[in-house]
């Protein structure tokens, strides 16, 4: 008797997803590199279809031909250790899905290798974290496209579900799987940078207490801005700890990161893709992390002589929802437009409608207004812009005044607001035609005989600056 599918990486999110697929009737080999981890699944948790192996020969060989294994190891050279070790038990058309957070260079990388092997390699991002896994994450697989439907079966069955839809659906070839999860991750990023400073907004401006808020955002949950991530922050605010005390005023106020924010921006450098709000969201985390120095500038650097006035503190609230809902717009715009240049550069022919439907279940980012984003790719998946779209060009109209009022309100209270004000800034300058980077070109020209070119004459022009 062989088994259908084989998980390795025993941690948090491979037993998960195991237990996920064994409760849909299929047969699960299991194999960590520490025998432990192993071990405790098989006894405390009482499924006959998973089955534990302590070395990998045993575990390839416990496997229905083609194999198909799901590693859910830590991504970099933990992946490449692994890959390497089963190569040598592998044959032709067996299947490897990497279901961990690795780059998607590595994807690409490693996708050709195993190439060469005949070993079929599908990059699928996995969104949900620990809960996901168990109950239905959102799955991006990206690689050879037979290969995935071989696998498509136990995935789908696993896969997070939108009324009959299961929030999985190819991607495209090679890497692309996990390009789309990179910046899924750093879409996050911005959502919890967004929330996080309309959380203080209502927190330092209007001074309402941490109930006070989280009423507010139950509020929100039931509009537009109706998301896994405002429901969380809902009932993060009322959490108390054993001593009865608001557990959020007592957690440091440092970020950490752990990579794939990162790389969503220094993929937007290597693209020239203007990814500001997730940029500033994960420049956002790093600056909380400067504690000590926070703190001592705190006592030196001076804030605003006088505030202005909030007068009508429920109008306020109503502009903080206007503006959150904006900001995410513009962020998701920019997120989009990164995936599209991509897809450009790789031929990867991206369906960003397909992307945005499997982002509605399963994955942190799930939100009611992602249906906006369905429809408006499944009008024109040419889309420059979503902010030229028409549902979002309306909506981007209707509540731009308010962001601007929103910003320039908490500068004036000098409350940190970074990912608005760079929703707002970014806002201005795509919209503006006629930008000052003529003043640029020319200091360019000046310095480094750069060139420019001219809007009343053709050709390329350099001018000898320093003669008047
Ligand atoms: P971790 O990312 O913490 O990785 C731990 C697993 O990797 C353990 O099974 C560990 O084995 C194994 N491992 C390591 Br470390 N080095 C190894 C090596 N050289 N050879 C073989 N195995 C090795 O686990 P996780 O949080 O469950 O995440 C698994 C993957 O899923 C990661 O790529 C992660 O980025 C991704 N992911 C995580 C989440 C989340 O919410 N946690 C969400 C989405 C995706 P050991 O037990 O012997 O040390």
Known sequence: FKND??????????????????????TVSIFNRTPQKTEYIIKNFDNKTILPFFS?????????????????????????????????????????????????????????????????????????????????PSIMPGGNKSAYNFIKPILKSIAAKIGNESCISYIGPDGSGHYVKMVHNGIEYADMQLIAESYSMLRHILNLSNQDISDIFSQWNQGELNSYLIKITKNILKKKDSNGNDLIDCILDQADTKGTGE?????????????TLITMSVFSRYISVLKLQRILASN????????????????????????????????????????????????????????????????????????????????????????????FQELANKYQNTLRQVVSDSIQ??????VFSSAISYYDSYRTSFSSANLIQAQRDYFGAHTYKRYDQDGVFHTNWSSY
Request: net charge positive; proline share 2%.
């Open 263 to 275: 790389w969503a921006c220094k993929e937007a450098l290597e693209l020239h893709e203007p990814l």
């Open 413 to 418: 209270y000098g409350v940190a607001i970074p």
């Open 5 to 26: 599918i084989g998980v390795i990486g025993m941690a948090v999110m491979g037993r998960n997803l195991t237990l996920n697929i064994a409760s849909h009737g299929y």
């Open 56 to 136: 990998i020969s045993g575990f390839v060989n416990s496997l229905k031909k083609p194999r198909c294994i799901l590693l859910m190891v830590q991504s970099g050279k933990a992946t490449d250790n692994i890959i390497l070790k089963l190569l040598s038990y592998l044959s032709s058309g067996d299947i490897i899905i990497d279901g961990g957070n690795s780059f998607y260079k590595d994807t690409i990388r490693r996708y050709y290798n195993l190439l060469k092997y005949n070993v079929n390699f599908i990059g699928a991002g996995i969104s949900g974290g620990e809960y996901g896994a168990l109950y239905g």
């Open 300 to 391: 030196i650097l001076l804030g605003p002589r006088n505030h202005c006035i909030i007068h009508n503190q429920s109008e306020f609230i109503e502009k903080i929802r206007q503006s959150l809902y904006l900001g995410k717009i513009i962020s998701y715009s920019q997120g989009f437009s990164q995936l599209s240049h991509a897809s450009q550069k790789y031929h990867w022919n991206l369906k960003y409608s397909n992307i945005a439907k499997i982002f509605r279940s399963g994955c942190i980012i799930q939100a009611r207004f992602l249906n906006k984003i369905v429809e408006a790719y499944k009008y024109d998946n040419t889309t420059m812009n979503l902010l030229l779209s028409p549902y």
